[in-house]
T-cell receptor, first 114, second 110 residues
C-alpha cells in the first residue's frame, strides 16, 4: 500500500488554465505539506496543514489554494497557471511535532505549463 | 543568508571511499536535523535524523551535529555506486516547518 499518494503523476497544461493535484496519506498522520521542487532541485515548502488547519503558508501567490477536507487529504488547486509554475510538486505527511518527526513524501507531480 | 546551505556539488568520490556531505543552518534555535536521499526522478527518502550534538551511526552512514558551529554533516563509508544521488539536508524550524537545503549531488565512481 502506498503511504502518501499523489495524482496525477504528470500534468501538462496551457498557460491560464486551472488545475488541481490531489494527495492522500494512509499513515494516520496529523500533518500534511506541499513542497515545490524547481529545476535546480531546491525543495521549498509552500503550505502545511495540521488536522485540517492551515499552520504554514509561505510566500506563495494567491493563485495557489490548498484544501484539506480531512486530515488524510490535502489537495492543491492552482488558478491561472503561469510558465514559472512548472516544477515538481511533492505532498508529504508527518506525525505531530516531536524531535524526530520524519516526513514521508509522495511520488511527486511533474507540472509542465506550456 | 539561506536558512539551510549545502554545497550543490557535484561531489565525485571513488567507490569504497568515504563521502562527506556538509550542511550549515542559520537558526541557532533549530533542534532537529535530517538527511534525505533523492534519486533522479524519485521522491526524497529519509536516511537519518539527529538532534543531539555528536555522532550518530547507522550502518555505513554517520551523521554529525555541532550546534555551536551550526553545522551538520553526513559521512558515507565504503561508498557504493548505488549511493549516487542528491542528498538533502533538512532542519525543523518553529511549528514543524521542515526547511531543506539545495542538495548536494553525489556521484560514486566505480
Amino acid at each position: 500500500d502506498t503511504a502518501v499518494s499523489q495524482t496525477p503523476k504528470y500534468l501538462v497544461t496551457q498557460m491560464g488554465n486551472d488545475k488541481s493535484i490531489k494527495c492522500e496519506q494512509n499513515l494516520g498522520h496529523d500533518t500534511m505539506y506541499w513542497y515545490k521542487q524547481d529545476s535546480k532541485k531546491f525543495l521549498k515548502i509552500m503550505f502545511s496543514y495540521n488536522n485540517k488547519e492551515l499552520i504554514i503558508n509561505e510566500t506563495v501567490p494567491n493563485r495557489f489554494s490548498p484544501k484539506s477536507p480531512d486530515k488524510a487529504h490535502l489537495n492543491l488547486h492552482i488558478n491561472s497557471l503561469e510558465l514559472g509554475d512548472s516544477a515538481v510538486y511533492f505532498c508529504a505527511s508527518s506525525r505531530r511535532q516531536n524531535l524526530n518527526t520524519e516526513a514521508f513524501f509522495g511520488q511527486g507531480t511533474r507540472l509542465t505549463v506550456v | 543568508q539561506k536558512e539551510v546551505e549545502q554545497n550543490s556539488g557535484p561531489l565525485s568520490v571513488p567507490e569504497g571511499a568515504i563521502a562527506s556531505l556538509n550542511c550549515t543552518y542559520s537558526d541557532r534555535g533549530s533542534q532537529s536535523f535530517f538527511w534525505y536521499r533523492q534519486y533522479s526522478g524519485k521522491s526524497p527518502e529519509l536516511i537519518m535524523f539527529i538532534y543531539s550534538n555528536g555522532d550518530k551511526e547507522d550502518g555505513r552512514f554517520t551523521a554529525q551535529l555541532n550546534k555551536a558551529s551550526q553545522y551538520v554533516s553526513l559521512l558515507i563509508r565504503d561508498s557504493q555506486p548505488s549511493d549516487s544521488a542528491t542528498y538533502l539536508c533538512a532542519v525543523v524550524k518553529g511549528a514543524q516547518k521542515l526547511v531543506f537545503g539545495q542538495g548536494t549531488r553525489l556521484t560514486i565512481n566505480p
